[in-house]
């Protein structure tokens, strides 16, 4: 049996993130609480984000609902970074999409990874080759992502925030096949037999407002789908130093349990320095918030000199580093009222007082501190460039849809923050979890950013999470 993992630093809530849990339980969303003392499966996940929820479903689905199938999850509700996601799930290859293939997506994220190795190229191909055939299961679940954007952009079709979509949606066929879901219940460690087999877990199960005990709970497998760790800082600044003293906008139990779970059983840890920053959070002063919606509706990124420095729809490393060259360590997206009325989510946002408004850009360019005659000539060339669709100093093609030229013009400051982790536990293509010898961990697989993998948001969680539910699967049958 393997040690007890030390328990990590959690941050405090976003905004978004109490505004989403509220959702789940003016929804009726939230889990139930450990009752069972029976409490055993055949596949257990660890972790009721979207890529355990996707595993927990997959698994029931493609054992024609003979698997039974339990999901633990540490917080009181499910979701977890999935329930804050404000712009899309990425896909080449849908139904919805006759003109954007798996090949263009994996062109694309192969461009985020240009170190990539061959086993990281493997498993980046095979999450964009299923990437589309996920949508489509997602889309017959009930998921609307009917609104594409920049080609492998999906969202809902008023441009709403695709987590507080998807994640009552994945919950919706969690309870219609039957699956249990038991929330508080915080996995400390992995429990193995003589042979090294995973065999289960042993967890606090919270069964009260302050009542807890220890259970040890059987499982022929077990998927960890616990996310990655940018809400603890002693990891981030372990792995991912360049990060370090930001905030995160990850969920609050994002403190990487399952990479270091799994570390202890001496699984490969790689990539762990690769991780993809909110570039552009805002510190509300009671948290930070993602403002990565703005970016897509046609924003501009500005520094206080109130000059353009980078390609707004890049790679988020690459602007987050270069948001971090800036003077103070900050930009300002800058916009205007078309970009506001592109979307349902940037309504909401004016509404919770996210945005600093003007009716000039002079106005604006004062309230926010930045070089009013430098911004009016910055906006001016960003008009020529939208007008020929194309943009000469930066190369961006992505999400010109505001020529920002109608007031009134908005603005905010925004920093990086740590939000994804793409590093993890070395998985196989059956999502198993790998030792650094190639062999694998009997019983042990991994989803999410749990495990090694680069990828974007949802996608990435929800289809290494269908990836290991299988994997988990053909091995049972092996057995």
């Known amino acids: 049996m393997s040690k007890k993992t030390a328990s990590a630093p959690v941050s405090r809530p976003s905004p978004a993130f109490t505004a989403a849990a509220a959702l789940l339980a003016a929804t009726g969303l939230f889990g139930a609480a450990a009752a069972a003392q029976n409490l055993s499966a055949d596949i257990l996940v660890v972790g009721a984000g979207g890529a355990g929820m996707a595993a927990a479903i997959e698994a029931r689905e493609a054992s024609g609902g003979k698997a039974k199938v339990v999901i633990l999850e540490k917080l009181p509700f499910v979701g977890g970074t999935t329930l804050l996601a404000s712009t899309a799930y990425n896909a080449g290859g849908s139904k919805l999409q006759p003109d954007y293939s798996a090949e263009d997506y994996a062109k694309k994220l192969l461009k985020g990874v240009p170190k990539a190795d061959e086993h990281d190229k493997a498993n980046i191909k095979q999450l964009a080759e299923l990437s589309g055939p996920t949508a489509d299961w997602l889309i017959d679940m009930g998921a609307d992502m009917s609104r594409i954007i920049n080609g492998s952009q999906m969202t809902p079709a008023d441009g709403s925030a695709y987590g507080a979509m998807i994640v009552p949606v994945l919950k919706k066929r969690i309870d219609a096949l ?22 289960g877990v042993r967890a606090h199960l919270k069964t009260g407002q302050k009542d807890a005990h220890l259970k040890d709970i059987a499982a022929q497998a077990v998927i960890l789908a616990t996310g990655g760790f940018a809400s603890n800082p002693k990891l981030v600044e372990r792995f991912t130093p360049q990060w370090a003293g930001y905030p995160s906008t990850a969920s609050v139990g994002a403190t990487g349990d399952g990479i270091l779970m799994a570390e202890k059983l001496g699984a490969k840890l790689d990539n762990m320095a690769l991780a993809g920053p909110q570039t552009v959070a805002y510190d509300t002063g009671h948290g930070a918030v993602s403002l990565t919606n703005v970016r897509y509706n046609g924003a501009i990124l500005v520094g206080k000199t109130g000059k353009r420095f980078t390609n707004e729809l890049g790679s988020t490393a690459t602007i987050g580093a270069d948001i971090k060259a800036q003077p103070d360590g900050v930009a300002f997206l800058i916009f205007d009222r078309t970009s506001v009325e ?33 911004l009016k000539a910055t906006v001016a060339r960003w008009q020529g460039f939208f007008d020929k669709k194309k ?26 923050a740590s939000q994804t982790t ?33 990828g974007q948001g949802v996608s990435l969680g929800i289809i290494t999470g269908r990836i290991a539910a299988r994997g988990a699967l053909k091995a049972i049958e092996a057995k």
Do not use: H
Request: hydrophobic share 40%.
């Open 422 to 454: 793409y590093g993890g536990v070395e998985r196989n293509a059956d999502g198993a979890a790998l030792k650094p010898d190639g062999t694998v961990i009997p019983g042990l697989f991994v989803a999410g950013e749990t495990a090694d993998q680069y």
């Open 391 to 416: 943009d000469d100093d930066f190369g961006r093609t992505q999400s010109m849809f505001s020529r920002i030229d109608r007031a009134p013009y908005y603005g905010q400051k925004i920093s990086p």
């Open 342 to 374: 592109n979307a349902a989510l940037m309504k909401k946002y004016e509404e919770m007082g996210y945005f600093v408004k003007a009716d000039t850009l002079d106005a604006l360019a004062v309230k926010l501190g930045v070089d009013q005659a430098n």
């Open 178 to 199: 039957g699956i249990e879901v038991v929330t508080n219940a915080d996995v400390e460690e992995l429990i193995t037999d003589a042979s090294g087999r995973v065999t």
